[in-house]
């Protein structure tokens, strides 16, 4: 096995492995409002949590007080119409509302509403500018009710674009298409796909990572993470991704539906719209509830500033010894795998080198401390 094999190996490895791993502090918040039995989507913005309902509804965004559930307040968008609103996101200036519902595959008028975050701070009523697209591979419009490959449920901001996730009814796999993220009419790009042998329902992109939300055949709710050590680009699935269940935290039959991050903590919002269903005669109702949970490699991976003059590594990949060029003093070296989790920690400084002979094949992290109380953070891979 050659050397790009190797590190091409390791990196979906370093992806793959948080499946493997619980999430971090994962709870119950509180249940949502009635006014949002049918949440679809999640954002956390000026310290509260907006939400809408996926259909049925008028064009409403629901601000909800992020300490205890209460409805502050509904800001209807005036030039909207809620179809089958799906999800919602943002970047630094505006917030995006995908009304991308697609459950029979034959909408031709799909949009994402594109609302000024001073405009929705400031009034009840706002003016959303329009961005509307189809697929550019869908030549099939007619009604197929849950069985078309063209439905959505995600859109995530990226870079200049925006990217949507279908819910794909037909192989339960998820395809990327994506559009720019200025107002206008588009044919939606295909860039990415993977089998999620489940239906992603809600996205969440920050810090360099994704997280998706979703269920199964089972109504097994899930999560999916693509992590740092994906490929460049908007093919995001290229370098592997992982699934982690979350049937012991939510419940088999909990439709799961929006996620959200609150930047800079590492802390993520999840919700789950009201749901009943008769299993043996028996009737089980799900209310609409909001979850929390840590990324707990928050922290380690993604404050990664180099504190240090002219830090370098050799040989890096390496087999055993590991040497570190610096110019100051270090007085601690910890060494931390690709979960986040402290593995070694040493105050002895043996000539800026480094034991990891006895480590397994991975990517991993060393974490120098100097005697001026600065750290630094520099990524190893391990052969």
């Known amino acids: 096995m050659n050397l790009r094999i190797i590190l091409l190996f390791l990196i979906i490895t370093a992806n793959s492995v948080f499946a493997q791993n619980e999430i971090s502090n994962f709870k119950e918040k509180f249940d949502l409002p009635n006014q949002v ?24 965004l629901y601000e ?6 209460s409805l502050l307040r509904t800001v209807s968008i005036n030039n909207a119409s809620n179809i089958d609103w799906e999800d919602i996101t943002e970047d630094e200036n505006h917030i995006y509302i995908g009304d991308i519902g697609n459950n029979n595959g034959n909408r031709n008028d799909l949009t994402i509403y594109k609302v000024l975050k001073t405009d929705f701070k400031n009034n009840t009523s706002v003016t959303a500018e329009k961005i509307s697209f189809t697929y550019e591979d869908q030549t099939d419009f007619t009604n197929k009710p849950n069985s078309s490959n063209f439905d959505a449920e995600t859109i995530v901001i990226f870079g200049e674009s925006i990217l949507i996730f279908t819910k794909n009814w037909a192989n339960f796999e998820t395809n990327v298409y994506e559009i720019p993220k200025l107002e206008g009419n588009y044919s939606a790009k295909k860039v990415s796909t993977a089998n999620v042998e489940g239906l992603i329902t809600g996205g969440s992109y920050k810090s360099d990572r994704f997280y998706l939300t979703g269920y199964d055949a089972t109504f097994t709710p899930f999560l999916i993470y693509i992590g740092f050590n994906r490929k460049p680009g908007s093919d995001i699935f290229f370098s592997g991704f992982s699934k982690i269940s979350l049937e012991n935290e939510m419940g088999k039959g909990s439709q799961i539906e929006g996620i959200t991050n609150i930047e800079n903590t590492g802390k993520y919002y999840i919700s789950r719209e009201f749901f009943t269903t008769n299993q043996n005669g028996m009737q089980f109702t799900f209310p609409q509830k909001l979850y929390e949970f840590f990324d707990f490699t928050f922290h380690l991976l993604s404050i990664n500033k180099n504190n240090f003059n002219n830090l370098l590594l050799q040989p890096n990949p390496v087999k055993d010894k590991l040497t570190f060029t610096v110019s100051v003093e270090i007085t601690k070296i910890e060494i931390y795998n690709s979960l986040g989790k402290l593995i070694s920690k040493t105050n002895k400084n043996l000539n800026n080198k480094v034991d990891v002979s006895g480590l397994s094949s991975g990517i991993y992290f060393l974490k120098l401390h100097s005697k001026n109380n600065k750290t630094t953070i520099k990524k190893f891979i391990k052969l």
């Open 37 to 60: 039995k049918e949440t679809s989507g999640l954002l956390f913005l000026n310290g509260k949590i907006i939400t809408h309902n996926d259909s049925g509804d008028s064009a409403n």
């Open 64 to 69: 909800i007080d992020s300490l205890n559930g």
